[in-house]
């Protein structure tokens, strides 16, 4: 009678055990992974529509405080076409789908839409909770679908005061299909869809058509009928959508029709919603096939491997000289590969120590010259007794030893991210710092300096000392550039609009090349072959842009290259 091997038998079933093992691992992993690619995708999509909706909810207030406009309302003027031609202005810039105003009856008197052939001009919208929250006094942000339009959109409403007397009500509708259409901007990948959910469980925006307006809550009569005195969806009847809900490995899982997903939720700050970005995992478990068809190759592999030197090293002396040579084997293999581990841990060091040495020598080179230029005046004021002279001298050389020692600091870029510490302060003050650490650059490079011109008063929001880092590479960069050329000049200009400034840093050097603009913001892309790791530019425009700044570059028509830094005069978030 046939009978198997005791050893096979245990190789079997030692090899199913660790498949099983394998498959919960590696379906735990996809899961956890899975999920945090949700966790990031809503957060992305959350800030993009929350920035969306604080944009236009300021709009409505801005309006309520314009005199024309209280007056217009009041019935006190009559320049009717100009209030719904300055209406349809403030639509068109601000890519709303209307604006309009309503008198204390709720009859629309002034629209962005007055000369199309669906004018909310002459509607009575007073059934609106949008225009019933805000005659009370409330600051509106409201889902509804439009009576004429059918559109879903999100109403943004105030009411328009005189004399602390509500007079009438400013709303503003954005329609939501401005959301779902542009899929790049929402930043969600195609293996994935997404979803708002109003309070009251209905689905106001979504990626899937079959979604909008239904829910994957089944709504009792009571909720029904709330929806239906409410006429937030006009006729319209919220189906339900079919899903199942459940726990697998911890994780919270959907599965809707026949695919499964991992969500994550998180509420919106201007509306009373929460978005849901669900990420598809109906393929999880095939994704585990090719780890267990790898492991089982290695498995029976390895049984084999172990086999063929188990039965060539039989007997007992054999077996235990083989155990010896194996040992001292797998000993002179260890001992090289910490020979060897030793050394490509040295060699790394070594690489490290010369790109953060190269690194640094080119953010402190400027400073260092200019305090050998001013130790050598010191010394000329010390011989001919100037002492004033040679005490201002000392003050700068002190200022200028500290500002080695703040950058040498700035090593810790390379490893986490210092504490900003942002504040306002004068634009010219910084530059005057900046052109004064890379005077003995300039002076080298015989580069005629014409003397930033502009008042005193202009400031910028920024830490003074990367922002001079960033002035003093820009600087640095445009005084080498222009070495060879006959005309040598930098030049600096200041414009100020819309409390930001933008600084440019002008020289007459041979430009930037054609092939490179696209490239030089770029990491380690450099065009010196002996000196720096191409990190400045790219360096100088990741602080640029925490600072809630622009740092741009292009050819000027004229000659020579112009980069551009736009920054804010007043804090970033009161900016935003």
Request: proline residues 3%; hydrophobic residues 45%.
């Amino acid at each position: 009678m046939f009978s198997i091997p005791k050893k096979i038998i245990f190789a079997c079933i030692l090899l199913v055990l660790l498949l099983v093992v394998t498959f919960s691992f590696g379906r735990a992993y996809d899961l956890g992974q899975a999920k945090i690619e949700a966790d990031q995708q809503v957060i992305q999509l959350n800030n993009y529509i929350d920035n969306e909706l604080a944009r236009f909810a300021a709009i409505p207030q801005l309006l309520t405080e314009n005199n024309v406009l209280i007056r217009f309302t009041n019935n006190e003027s009559q320049h009717f076409n100009a209030i719904n031609n300055y209406l349809a202005d403030i639509q068109q810039a601000s890519g709303a789908s209307d604006v309009y105003i309503l008198d204390t009856h709720g009859d629309v008197i002034a629209s962005s839409n007055w000369q199309t052939d669906y004018t909310f001009l002459g509607s009575n919208f007073a059934f609106r909770p949008y225009f019933k929250q805000a005659f009370a006094g409330e600051k509106v942000a409201y889902f509804a679908l439009g009576q004429r339009s059918k559109e879903r959109g999100i109403y943004f409403s105030q009411a328009i005061y005189l004399d602390g007397k509500a007079i009438g009500v400013v709303a503003l509708k954005i329609n939501v299909a401005k959301f779902e259409n542009d899929r790049s901007l929402l930043n969600t990948s195609k293996g994935s869809h997404f979803y708002l959910q109003l309070a009251d469980n209905i689905i106001a925006m979504s990626d899937e058509p079959e979604w909008r307006l239904n829910s994957f809550t089944e709504l009792d009569i009571t909720a029904r009928r709330d929806i239906k005195q409410r006429r937030a969806y006009l006729d319209h009847q919220p189906l339900q959508i079919k899903q199942q809900r459940y726990k697998s490995q911890g994780i919270e899982q959907f599965k809707i029709a026949k695919d499964e997903y991992v969500s994550a939720s998180r509420p919106l700050t201007h509306l009373n919603a929460t978005m849901t970005v669900l990420v598809d995992i109906s393929n999880i478990n095939a994704l585990q096939v090719p780890r267990l068809l790898w492991l089982v190759l290695f498995y029976w592999v390895f049984i084999f491997v172990g086999y063929s030197l188990l039965a060539r090293f039989a007997g007992y002396k054999k077996l235990l000289y083989s155990r010896h040579s194996l040992e001292l084997e797998v000993l002179e293999r260890t001992q090289a590969l910490e020979k060897a581990q030793t050394a490509l841990v040295q060699s790394a060091k070594l690489a490290t120590i010369g790109q953060l040495s190269a690194g640094i020598n080119h953010e402190i080179n400027q400073p260092l010259s200019a305090m050998n230029t001013y130790l050598a005046s010191a010394k000329i004021f010390l011989k001919k007794g100037k002492l004033n002279a040679l005490n201002e001298n000392l003050i700068i050389i002190e200022n200028l030893v500290e500002r080695v020692h703040k950058i040498v600091a700035q090593l810790k870029h390379f490893s986490k991210p210092a504490t900003m510490q942002l504040r306002p302060h004068p634009l010219s003050a910084l530059l005057n710092n900046a052109l004064m650490i890379t005077h003995p650059q300039l002076k080298q490079d015989d580069v005629n300096v014409s003397a930033p011109q502009f008042s005193q008063e202009i400031t910028v929001w920024v830490d003074a000392l990367k922002f001079e880092q960033v002035l003093v590479n820009v600087i640095t960069n445009a005084s080498q550039a222009m070495k060879g050329e006959p005309v040598r000049e930098l030049s600096f200009d200041v414009e100020c609009f819309e409390e930001r400034v933008k600084l440019s840093i002008l020289d007459s050097g041979p430009g930037i090349e054609h092939h490179v603009l696209g490239s030089i913001f770029e990491p380690f892309y450099s065009t010196k072959s002996s000196n720096g790791l191409g990190l400045g530019l790219s360096i100088s425009k990741q602080i640029i842009e925490s600072f809630n700044g622009y740092l741009t570059a292009h050819n000027r028509p004229e000659g020579g290259a112009q980069f551009i830094i736009s920054l804010s005069s007043i804090e970033a978030t009161k900016n935003d």
